[in-house]
């Protein structure tokens, strides 16, 4: 029996046993594949660790992505967990260790170049006046871009000031939002959206009265960082992570950062606190330079 032989089984045991997703099971079918053909298809009772070993070696020497090899290896190692389980093959995985992943910090604006992008748009325009209430809304709440242009206004408490979330998972959330936000929000809902003919619930529109598309917006931002001078490749995950970090850079704690962000481990919002202690490091630096 070969490898091939094996690869549906587990495909198969990983959809119905684990619930993986349809894209988990191609992702794997793909890495599976390169193995498979890296080792000619090898017989089952001749796989070793060496075959292991080698595939980590090409792996170095042809990807340049950490994150690509690491995920090609812990497809690996399943699969040969798997067969270890089935009692196809007895090979021990002592000392195999995947490679860390490096983490990068994310892209973090200065507080001037987050004004200067604010206020890019041109507010006297509809479309301006709905990409000001956008911008000024990601940044005081860090939503994630698919979290804002999925807003409707029944997500909106104008009163209380905060917003009703669906986040990852479908899991809800209540995030507060400044006034200087909300009058922005309130402006293009008087101005523009309580107008528009449309079945849509979305809060913000496109041209065609739909919901924007997150591809819309990362470019609404391109172009607002462009005007506003700012060099840097931008992103809107760019003006989530730096509402996170001037909120902790403010003396907010880190329990509720991470519960407005939305993260499901304290982890993911501890990096963060590394950005914070980096940009205050440097501003130290240049002070004490001049």
């Known amino acids: ?15 119905v046993e684990k619930g993986d997703l349809k894209s988990t ?15 000619d298809n090898k017989e089952l009772d001749l796989l070793d660790l060496d075959d292991l070993n080698r595939f980590i070696s090409y792996l170095y020497n042809n990807l340049k992505s950490t994150s690509t090899i690491v995920r090609r290896l812990t497809t690996i190692r399943s699969f040969y967990i798997y067969l270890n389980k089935q009692k196809l093959i007895s090979v021990s995985l002592n000392g195999f260790y995947l490679p860390k992943l490096e983490r990068r910090l994310p892209n973090v604006l200065s507080y001037d170049e987050v004004e200067m992008l604010l206020d890019a748009p041109n507010i006297e325009t509809k479309f301006g006046l709905r990409d000001k209430a956008m911008l000024e809304t990601i940044y005081a709440s860090g939503l994630r871009v698919s979290e804002l242009v999925n807003l409707e206004k029944g997500d909106i408490n104008f009163e209380h000031g905060y917003l009703k979330v669906s986040g990852k998972g479908n899991k809800q959330r209540i995030v507060p939002i400044g ?46 960082a462009i005007k506003a001078g700012i060099q840097e490749e931008i992103s809107p995950h760019s003006l989530r992570h730096s509402f996170a970090t001037h909120l902790l850079e403010n003396g907010a704690n880190l329990k509720q950062v991470q519960q407005m962000l939305g993260h499901s481990k304290i982890e993911t919002t501890q990096i963060y606190t590394h950005v914070s202690s980096k940009r205050i490091i440097s501003a130290y630096d240049k002070y004490m330079s001049n």
């Open 25 to 39: 099971i191609e992702t794997y079918s793909e890495d599976l594949k390169q193995f498979s053909q890296f080792t």
């Open 179 to 224: 006034e200087f936000a909300m009058s922005y929000i309130i402006l293009y809902y008087n101005k523009v959206r309580k107008n528009a003919h449309t079945k849509s619930k979305a809060l913000f529109l496109n041209r065609d009265g739909s919901s924007l598309s997150r591809q819309y917006f990362w470019k609404q931002i391109k172009k607002y």
């Open 1 to 15: 029996m070969r490898i091939d032989d094996l690869v549906d089984e587990f495909l198969s045991y990983l959809s």
